[in-house]
Protein backbone atom coordinates (compact mmCIF):
# COMPACT_ATOMS: atom_id res chain seq x y z
CA UNK A 1 0.00 0.00 0.00
CA UNK A 2 1.53 3.34 -0.87
CA UNK A 3 0.30 6.63 1.00
CA UNK A 4 0.12 9.76 -0.83
CA UNK A 5 0.96 12.39 2.01
CA UNK A 6 0.16 15.61 -0.40
CA UNK A 7 -2.48 16.28 -2.24
CA UNK A 8 -5.36 18.82 -2.98
CA UNK A 9 -8.41 17.21 -4.04
CA UNK A 10 -10.82 19.69 -2.85
CA UNK A 11 -9.67 21.55 -5.84
CA UNK A 12 -12.84 21.48 -8.22
CA UNK A 13 -11.56 19.72 -10.47
CA UNK A 14 -10.43 17.00 -8.89
CA UNK A 15 -13.39 17.10 -6.32
CA UNK A 16 -16.02 17.12 -8.90
CA UNK A 17 -14.64 13.55 -9.91
CA UNK A 18 -14.25 11.94 -6.77
CA UNK A 19 -15.38 8.31 -7.43
CA UNK A 20 -12.66 8.04 -10.92
CA UNK A 21 -10.65 9.72 -8.12
CA UNK A 22 -10.50 6.79 -5.56
CA UNK A 23 -11.40 3.75 -8.03
CA UNK A 24 -7.97 4.30 -9.29
CA UNK A 25 -6.50 4.92 -6.51
CA UNK A 26 -7.59 1.29 -5.27
CA UNK A 27 -6.25 -0.05 -8.95
CA UNK A 28 -2.78 1.18 -7.67
CA UNK A 29 -2.40 0.24 -4.27
CA UNK A 30 -2.85 3.75 -2.96
CA UNK A 31 -4.60 3.20 0.30
CA UNK A 32 -4.45 6.91 1.99
CA UNK A 33 -4.56 10.45 0.86
CA UNK A 34 -3.33 13.94 2.61
CA UNK A 35 -5.92 16.64 1.40
CA UNK A 36 -3.60 19.73 2.12
CA UNK A 37 -5.55 22.82 3.48
CA UNK A 38 -4.24 26.21 1.05
CA UNK A 39 -6.54 28.59 2.59
CA UNK A 40 -8.59 29.30 5.74
CA UNK A 41 -11.55 30.06 3.04
CA UNK A 42 -11.30 26.74 1.64
CA UNK A 43 -10.54 24.64 4.54
CA UNK A 44 -14.43 23.59 5.44
CA UNK A 45 -13.83 21.86 1.42
CA UNK A 46 -11.02 20.47 2.84
CA UNK A 47 -12.52 18.87 5.38
CA UNK A 48 -15.33 17.80 3.82
CA UNK A 49 -13.00 15.47 2.04
CA UNK A 50 -11.55 13.90 4.67
CA UNK A 51 -15.13 13.40 6.64
CA UNK A 52 -16.28 11.77 3.45
CA UNK A 53 -14.22 9.18 3.05
CA UNK A 54 -11.99 7.21 5.32
CA UNK A 55 -9.03 6.79 4.17
CA UNK A 56 -8.42 10.43 3.36
CA UNK A 57 -6.79 13.05 5.70
CA UNK A 58 -7.08 16.92 6.13
CA UNK A 59 -4.86 19.49 7.28
CA UNK A 60 -5.38 23.00 8.09
CA UNK A 61 -3.00 26.07 7.33
CA UNK A 62 -2.70 28.59 4.49
CA UNK A 63 0.05 28.62 1.91
CA UNK A 64 2.56 31.02 1.61
CA UNK A 65 1.94 33.02 -1.53
CA UNK A 66 -1.88 33.74 -0.25
CA UNK A 67 -0.74 37.31 0.35
CA UNK A 68 -4.32 38.79 1.00
CA UNK A 69 -5.73 35.85 3.03
CA UNK A 70 -7.20 37.93 6.47
CA UNK A 71 -5.43 37.64 9.75
CA UNK A 72 -5.70 34.61 11.85
CA UNK A 73 -3.83 33.66 15.19
CA UNK A 74 -2.06 30.51 16.00
CA UNK A 75 -5.38 29.86 18.21
CA UNK A 76 -7.59 29.68 15.48
CA UNK A 77 -5.37 27.26 13.74
CA UNK A 78 -5.32 25.17 16.98
CA UNK A 79 -9.48 25.30 17.30
CA UNK A 80 -9.22 24.26 13.60
CA UNK A 81 -7.48 21.25 14.23
CA UNK A 82 -8.80 19.94 17.37
CA UNK A 83 -11.47 17.71 14.34
CA UNK A 84 -10.40 14.32 14.68
CA UNK A 85 -9.37 13.84 10.65
CA UNK A 86 -7.00 17.35 11.21
CA UNK A 87 -3.80 15.53 10.97
CA UNK A 88 -1.67 18.56 10.44
CA UNK A 89 -0.96 21.90 10.31
CA UNK A 90 0.11 23.54 7.07
CA UNK A 91 0.72 23.93 4.48
CA UNK A 92 3.45 26.89 5.46
CA UNK A 93 6.67 28.18 4.96
CA UNK A 94 8.43 30.60 2.64
CA UNK A 95 8.35 31.38 -0.86
CA UNK A 96 10.71 34.01 -2.20
CA UNK A 97 10.13 32.82 -6.04
CA UNK A 98 6.72 33.92 -6.59
CA UNK A 99 6.50 36.82 -4.32
CA UNK A 100 8.95 39.49 -3.57
CA UNK A 101 9.76 42.77 -1.80
CA UNK A 102 9.05 43.14 1.71
CA UNK A 103 8.07 39.04 2.70
CA UNK A 104 7.72 39.84 6.84
CA UNK A 105 4.30 39.00 6.51
CA UNK A 106 5.16 35.84 5.31
CA UNK A 107 8.03 35.12 8.31
CA UNK A 108 5.82 35.84 10.61
CA UNK A 109 2.91 34.03 9.18
CA UNK A 110 5.34 31.02 9.25
CA UNK A 111 6.05 31.80 12.66
CA UNK A 112 2.03 31.60 13.56
CA UNK A 113 1.78 27.80 12.33
CA UNK A 114 4.80 26.84 13.62
CA UNK A 115 3.51 27.91 17.21
CA UNK A 116 0.32 26.37 16.41
CA UNK A 117 1.39 23.54 15.54
CA UNK A 118 3.21 22.94 18.96
CA UNK A 119 0.78 23.64 20.61
CA UNK A 120 -2.11 21.89 18.64
CA UNK A 121 0.28 18.34 19.03
CA UNK A 122 0.44 18.65 14.83
CA UNK A 123 3.04 18.20 12.74
CA UNK A 124 3.86 20.45 9.98
CA UNK A 125 4.01 20.49 6.53
CA UNK A 126 6.47 22.89 5.44
CA UNK A 127 6.59 24.81 1.89
CA UNK A 128 10.11 26.44 0.95
CA UNK A 129 10.92 27.83 -2.61
CA UNK A 130 14.00 29.75 -2.95
CA UNK A 131 14.06 30.89 1.09
CA UNK A 132 15.77 27.60 2.16
CA UNK A 133 18.13 29.60 4.57
CA UNK A 134 15.14 31.11 6.11
CA UNK A 135 13.43 28.34 6.37
CA UNK A 136 15.77 26.43 8.42
CA UNK A 137 16.56 29.81 10.52
CA UNK A 138 12.97 30.43 11.33
CA UNK A 139 12.21 26.63 12.34
CA UNK A 140 15.63 26.55 14.69
CA UNK A 141 14.50 29.89 16.08
CA UNK A 142 10.64 28.56 16.66
CA UNK A 143 11.76 25.10 18.11
CA UNK A 144 10.13 23.28 15.12
CA UNK A 145 11.60 20.42 16.01
CA UNK A 146 9.46 19.47 19.41
CA UNK A 147 6.36 18.89 16.69
CA UNK A 148 8.34 17.60 13.54
CA UNK A 149 7.00 17.56 9.95
CA UNK A 150 7.66 17.31 6.74
CA UNK A 151 9.26 19.19 3.87
CA UNK A 152 6.73 19.17 1.18
CA UNK A 153 7.38 18.75 -2.57
CA UNK A 154 11.28 18.37 -1.62
CA UNK A 155 13.21 20.40 -4.72
CA UNK A 156 16.38 21.37 -2.25
CA UNK A 157 19.90 20.20 -1.62
CA UNK A 158 21.42 17.13 0.08
CA UNK A 159 22.38 19.88 3.10
CA UNK A 160 18.72 21.28 3.41
CA UNK A 161 17.47 17.73 3.15
CA UNK A 162 20.34 17.15 6.19
CA UNK A 163 19.38 19.99 8.36
CA UNK A 164 15.55 19.39 7.97
CA UNK A 165 15.67 15.82 9.37
CA UNK A 166 18.17 16.96 12.02
CA UNK A 167 15.04 18.94 13.41
CA UNK A 168 13.10 15.74 13.28
CA UNK A 169 11.61 16.42 9.82
CA UNK A 170 10.53 14.00 6.57
CA UNK A 171 11.68 14.63 2.71
CA UNK A 172 8.80 14.04 0.43
CA UNK A 173 9.35 13.49 -3.25
CA UNK A 174 7.12 14.31 -5.43
CA UNK A 175 6.52 13.81 -9.28
CA UNK A 176 9.67 16.19 -10.09
CA UNK A 177 11.84 13.39 -9.05
CA UNK A 178 10.66 11.43 -11.97
CA UNK A 179 11.91 14.38 -14.76
CA UNK A 180 14.50 14.34 -16.81
CA UNK A 181 16.16 16.87 -15.34
CA UNK A 182 16.20 16.34 -12.11
CA UNK A 183 19.57 14.96 -11.58
CA UNK A 184 20.70 16.79 -8.03
CA UNK A 185 16.97 15.69 -6.72
CA UNK A 186 17.42 12.09 -8.00
CA UNK A 187 20.68 12.46 -5.66
CA UNK A 188 19.16 13.50 -2.61
CA UNK A 189 16.24 10.74 -3.16
CA UNK A 190 19.71 8.48 -3.42
CA UNK A 191 20.92 9.31 -0.40
CA UNK A 192 18.64 10.36 2.52
CA UNK A 193 17.99 7.38 4.76
CA UNK A 194 14.93 5.34 3.84
CA UNK A 195 12.80 6.01 6.90
CA UNK A 196 12.61 10.02 6.28
CA UNK A 197 11.47 9.00 3.19
CA UNK A 198 7.69 10.25 2.13
CA UNK A 199 6.38 10.34 -1.49
CA UNK A 200 3.32 12.83 -3.00
CA UNK A 201 1.70 14.20 -5.62
CA UNK A 202 0.56 17.64 -5.05
CA UNK A 203 -2.18 16.85 -7.36
CA UNK A 204 -3.28 18.63 -9.37
CA UNK A 205 0.16 19.86 -9.98
CA UNK A 206 2.97 18.26 -10.91
CA UNK A 207 2.58 15.17 -12.79
CA UNK A 208 4.93 12.74 -13.07
CA UNK A 209 6.37 10.73 -15.77
CA UNK A 210 4.42 9.62 -18.14
CA UNK A 211 1.70 11.83 -17.28
CA UNK A 212 3.77 15.39 -17.05
CA UNK A 213 2.02 18.36 -18.04
CA UNK A 214 -1.73 16.32 -17.41
CA UNK A 215 -3.67 16.86 -14.19
CA UNK A 216 -2.58 15.16 -11.15
CA UNK A 217 -3.96 12.54 -9.09
CA UNK A 218 -3.51 10.45 -5.73
CA UNK A 219 -3.19 7.37 -7.94
CA UNK A 220 -0.46 8.55 -9.66
CA UNK A 221 1.83 8.65 -6.77
CA UNK A 222 2.72 5.13 -7.85
CA UNK A 223 4.86 6.60 -10.44
CA UNK A 224 7.01 8.75 -7.85
CA UNK A 225 7.51 5.87 -5.66
CA UNK A 226 8.61 3.39 -8.52
CA UNK A 227 11.10 6.66 -9.28
CA UNK A 228 12.04 6.50 -5.82
CA UNK A 229 12.60 3.06 -5.62
CA UNK A 230 14.53 2.73 -8.74
CA UNK A 231 17.06 5.46 -7.67
CA UNK A 232 17.46 3.49 -4.06
CA UNK A 233 18.21 0.08 -6.07
CA UNK A 234 15.30 -1.70 -4.25
CA UNK A 235 11.82 -2.83 -4.88
CA UNK A 236 8.35 -0.44 -5.11
CA UNK A 237 6.92 -3.11 -2.26
CA UNK A 238 9.76 -2.22 0.13
CA UNK A 239 9.55 1.56 -0.93
CA UNK A 240 6.07 1.09 -0.44
CA UNK A 241 6.10 -0.53 3.38
CA UNK A 242 8.61 1.87 4.26
CA UNK A 243 7.22 5.16 3.13
CA UNK A 244 3.65 4.03 4.76
CA UNK A 245 5.19 3.35 7.91
CA UNK A 246 6.66 6.85 7.63
CA UNK A 247 3.70 8.74 7.07
CA UNK A 248 1.68 6.88 10.07
CA UNK A 249 4.61 7.49 12.71
CA UNK A 250 4.66 10.97 11.47
CA UNK A 251 0.90 11.61 11.51
CA UNK A 252 -0.04 10.16 14.75
CA UNK A 253 -2.96 11.36 14.80
CA UNK A 254 -4.14 9.41 11.45
CA UNK A 255 -5.57 5.95 11.77
CA UNK A 256 -5.26 3.50 8.51
CA UNK A 257 -8.26 2.25 7.44
CA UNK A 258 -9.06 -1.29 7.03
Known sequence: MLVDSHCHI??????????????AMA????????????????FPAVLAVAEAHDNIFASVGVHPDYEDEPFFTADDLVRLAQHPKVI????????YFRLTGDLDWQ???????IRAAIAADRPLIIHTRSAAEDTIRIMREEGAERIGGVMH???????????????????SFSGIVTFKNAGALKEVARQIPLDRVLVETDSP?????????KTNQPAYVKHVAEEVARLRGISLEALSEATTRNFFTLFRQARPCS
Open 153 to 171: CFTESLEVAEQAMALGFYI
Open 27 to 42: ENAVGHALCVSVTLKD
Open 205 to 213: YLAPIPFRG
Open 107 to 113: RERFRTH
Open 88 to 95: AIGETGLD
Open 10 to 23: NFPDLASNMPALRA
